[in-house]
């Protein structure tokens, strides 16, 4: 038996707790916490997350046919990736024709641009 199973409850579920510890709190919603879940498990997929990047590096709205050859996987792979972000409130669509049109939102600029940061930060 571990030196700390003294310290488990009745349930055995972890450490006995009194109420006093027991209130942290994150501060955010029950919908700002969902949100904030579904945008990171939209970017946590290889395909939405290099679309995102390809989408935030054009220079104008960027068509489904543009992203397709650069991501190496079908149209309807690309199109399912874009409502993923879309649904998430990374993109903008635009429709002209039968095509569609994207364009990241401001959102996703900070969130990439955050992104960016951290990547060029050390660790001292």
Same mark, same amino acid.
Request: aromatic residues 4%.
């Given at each position: 038996?571990?030196?700390? @199973?003294?310290?488990?409850?009745?349930?055995?579920?972890?450490?006995?707790?009194?109420?006093?510890?027991?209130?942290?709190?994150?501060?955010?919603?029950?919908?700002?916490? @969902?949100?904030?879940?579904?945008?990171?498990?939209?970017?946590?997929?290889?395909?939405?997350?290099?679309?995102?990047?390809?989408?935030?590096?054009?220079?104008?709205?960027?068509?489904?046919?543009?992203?397709?050859?650069?991501?190496?996987?079908?149209?309807?792979?690309?199109?399912?990736?874009?409502?993923?972000?879309?649904?998430?409130?990374?993109?903008?669509?635009?429709?002209?024709?039968?095509?569609?049109?994207?364009?990241?939102?401001?959102?996703?600029?900070?969130?990439?641009?955050?992104?960016?940061?951290?990547?060029?930060?050390?660790?001292?």
């Amino acid at each position: 038996m571990s030196e700390n @199973a003294s310290d488990a409850d009745s349930s055995g579920s972890g450490p006995a707790r009194s109420d006093a510890c027991c209130s942290a709190d994150h501060g955010l919603t029950e919908e700002e916490l @969902a949100n904030d879940v579904q945008l990171l498990t939209t970017l946590g997929n290889d395909t939405r997350y290099e679309a995102l990047r390809l989408i935030a590096g054009a220079d104008d709205e960027i068509c489904v046919c543009e992203l397709e050859p650069s991501l190496g996987v079908s149209q309807g792979a690309v199109s399912q990736a874009l409502s993923r972000l879309f649904g998430a409130g990374l993109v903008e669509r635009r429709k002209e024709g039968r095509w569609r049109y994207y364009s990241t939102t401001p959102r996703a600029e900070r969130v990439l641009s955050v992104l960016d940061e951290t990547r060029a930060m050390t660790d001292d």
